[in-house]
């Protein structure tokens, strides 16, 4: 298969539903720099380690790395996206599809925002892929429930493991360092939560720019006439490309966000920012490593909230849980449910 540059481009110019795929791909993968990366950078601001444009620099250079150097390492996010659904052997229909798939999830977005229904980008997208893949196969068999299952794991992984970790991670840095004088203390916490919001940034580039680059290389393989991406490997052009659109959509911040996390859920002191970005990052590695796609925000709020239960369950704000379990029970089948029908619609009109 020609995963090359030069083929790439000389198809998005012939291919109208290569064309839309790449573009809507691009799309989102910008607006999750722009809107989800914060979630990085928010206890490090908050805390007033770093002021907000030099967090976001500092964010969009490390989430640029993430993405490029963790998908050469290990691509096995990617992997899950890419296999986790069958489009069929039609490759023009699996096209129309996928790009069906991917002006859903802009759909879905776009209402649940109107509503104040919350969302998870990383959930829409599998969601999509699963309703498109329904569509064409007119069943579930379309749906490849061996990768699918590390969807629940996440789910899971991404709520425990994080309140867990934020949990132990605070009470034994604050067992280490209770005899430290409280100034060089604040030093110490200062930069090594820097450190922390830096391993945070490129724990999310390596994450959700890994499922994006398994969607568009899906889209460049049904453009070749290839039915899947199994056992290709990731042409490093593509890595450049979406590790620099994650990274200039960064770039734009998103302070409400920051105010969101960092300050609305629970106030955190600099060594308790330092164990939420230690424990979410470790949890976002982890996950990385086994090929489970998690939601980076959950990761994140769950650490947050689990540094915050060391101290006592007052100092947690519950309705940000209420809002994540929200995002699962209406994310999966409502966008699944738009997918199913936009593929239905497009794979008429084309």
Same mark, same amino acid.
């Given at each position: 298969?020609?995963?090359?540059?030069?083929?790439?481009?000389?198809?998005?110019?012939?291919?109208?539903?290569?064309?839309?795929?790449?573009?809507?791909?691009?799309?989102?993968?910008?607006?999750?720099?722009?809107?989800?990366?914060?979630?990085?950078?928010?206890?490090?601001?908050?805390?007033?380690?770093? +002021?907000?444009?030099?967090?976001?620099?500092?964010?969009?250079?490390?989430?640029?790395?993430?993405?490029?150097?963790?998908?050469?390492?290990?691509?096995?996010?990617?992997?899950?996206?890419?296999?986790?659904?069958?489009?069929?052997?039609?490759?023009?229909?699996?096209?129309?599809?996928?790009?069906?798939?991917?002006?859903?999830?802009?759909?879905?977005?776009?209402?649940?925002?109107?509503?104040?229904?919350?969302?998870?980008?990383?959930?829409?997208?599998?969601?999509?892929?699963?309703?498109?893949?329904?569509?064409?196969?007119?069943?579930?068999?379309?749906?490849?429930?061996?990768?699918?299952?590390?969807?629940?794991?996440?789910?899971?992984?991404?709520?425990?493991?994080?309140?867990?970790?934020?949990?132990?991670?605070?009470?034994?840095?604050?067992?280490?360092?209770?005899?430290?004088?409280?100034?060089?203390?604040?030093?110490?916490?200062?930069?090594?939560?820097?450190?922390?919001?830096?391993?945070?940034?490129?724990?999310?580039?390596?994450?959700?720019?890994?499922?994006?680059?398994?969607?568009? *290389?899906?889209?460049?393989?049904?453009?070749?006439?290839?039915?899947?991406?199994?056992?290709?490997?990731?042409?490093?052009?593509?890595?450049?490309?979406? +590790?620099?659109?994650?990274?200039?959509?960064?770039?734009?911040?998103?302070?409400?966000?920051?105010?969101?996390?960092?300050?609305?859920?629970?106030?955190?002191?600099?060594?308790?920012?330092?164990?939420?970005?230690?424990?979410?990052?470790?949890?976002?590695?982890?996950?990385?490593? *086994?090929?489970?796609?998690?939601?980076?925000?959950?990761?994140?709020?769950?650490?947050?909230?689990?540094?915050?239960?060391?101290?006592?369950?007052?100092?947690?704000? *519950?309705?940000?849980?209420?809002?994540?379990?929200?995002?699962?029970?209406?994310?999966?089948?409502?966008?699944?449910?738009?997918? *199913?029908?936009?593929?239905?619609?497009?794979?008429?009109?084309?």
């Amino acid at each position: 298969m020609d995963v090359s540059f030069s083929y790439f481009i000389s198809e998005v110019m012939s291919s109208p539903m290569l064309f839309i795929s790449a573009l809507l791909t691009l799309s989102v993968i910008f607006v999750n720099g722009w809107t989800d990366a914060p979630n990085a950078i928010a206890t490090c601001i908050t805390t007033r380690c770093l +002021s907000t444009r030099k967090a976001i620099v500092m964010s969009a250079v490390f989430n640029f790395l993430g993405v490029l150097i963790m998908t050469h390492i290990n691509a096995s996010v990617a992997s899950t996206i890419s296999n986790m659904v069958d489009f069929g052997s039609d490759t023009h229909t699996a096209l129309v599809a996928l790009s069906a798939s991917l002006f859903s999830i802009v759909v879905y977005s776009t209402g649940a925002s109107w509503l104040g229904i919350p969302t998870s980008e990383s959930h829409s997208l599998i969601a999509g892929l699963t309703g498109a893949a329904i569509a064409t196969q007119n069943g579930l068999h379309g749906v490849n429930f061996d990768e699918w299952v590390k969807v629940i794991y996440g789910l899971f992984a991404s709520l425990i493991l994080g309140f867990v970790m934020g949990y132990a991670i605070c009470r034994l840095i604050a067992f280490l360092f209770r005899r430290m004088e409280r100034r060089k203390a604040n030093t110490l916490f200062t930069y090594s939560q820097i450190g922390g919001a830096a391993a945070m940034s490129f724990m999310h580039g390596a994450q959700d720019g890994q499922k994006f680059i398994g969607v568009l *290389f899906l889209a460049i393989a049904f453009s070749n006439g290839q039915t899947s991406v199994h056992g290709m490997l990731i042409p490093v052009w593509l890595m450049l490309l979406c +590790s620099t659109v994650m990274g200039v959509g960064t770039s734009v911040g998103g302070e409400k966000i920051i105010k969101s996390v960092g300050m609305d859920m629970v106030k955190l002191e600099k060594y308790q920012g330092t164990s939420a970005d230690i424990a979410a990052s470790l949890c976002l590695l982890l996950s990385s490593v *086994f090929g489970i796609p998690v939601s980076t925000t959950h990761t994140k709020t769950s650490a947050i909230m689990g540094v915050g239960a060391s101290r006592r369950l007052s100092a947690i704000n *519950f309705s940000v849980v209420k809002d994540m379990v929200l995002t699962w029970i209406f994310t999966f089948p409502g966008c699944g449910l738009i997918s *199913f029908l936009m593929a239905k619609l497009f794979m008429f009109l084309f």
